[in-house]
Nanobody
Framework: QVQLAESGGGLAQAGGSLRLSCAASGRTFSSYVMGWFRQAPGKDREFVATISGNGINTFYAASVKGRFTVSRDNGKNTVFLQMNSLKPEDTAAYYC???????????????WGQGTQVTVST
């Protein structure tokens, strides 16, 4: 069982930056692939980024590639999402997730956080 808790959301201006964190419980954090997803009002949950257990491999959605960076600190059981050059269309609730498969599909992840809201103003 893994419990996840996101933090770092808030209000940012277009062109600004935010850094999300996701703290995980448990002693096997490094064995999990970690993903970030987001969901805007009235829209389906969409993939943002994923990172392998050892942090070497990352993959991004086309909409955020070059602007967002996912990283992890296995010693602190934490995964991060650095978001730069924010756009109003990045406004959504952001969720971290843990799973055993390196994938952009939500079904590949077994554990989910409660989400943190990111709002980007013009």
């Amino acid at each position: 069982q893994v419990q996840l808790a996101e933090s770092g959301g808030g209000l940012a201006q277009a062109g600004g930056s935010l850094r999300l964190s996701c703290a995980a419980s448990g002693r096997t954090f490094s064995s999990y692939v970690m993903g970030w997803f987001r969901q805007a009002p009235g829209k389906d949950r969409e993939f943002v980024a994923t990172i392998s257990g050892n942090g070497i491999n990352t993959f991004y959605a086309a909409s955020v590639k070059g602007r967002f960076t996912v990283s992890r600190d296995n010693g602190k059981n934490t995964v991060f999402l650095q978001m730069n050059s924010l756009k109003p269309e990045d406004t959504a609730a952001y969720y971290c997730a843990a799973g055993g498969e390196y994938s952009g599909r939500a079904r590949a992840y077994d554990y989910w956080g409660q989400g943190t809201q990111v709002t980007v103003s013009t």
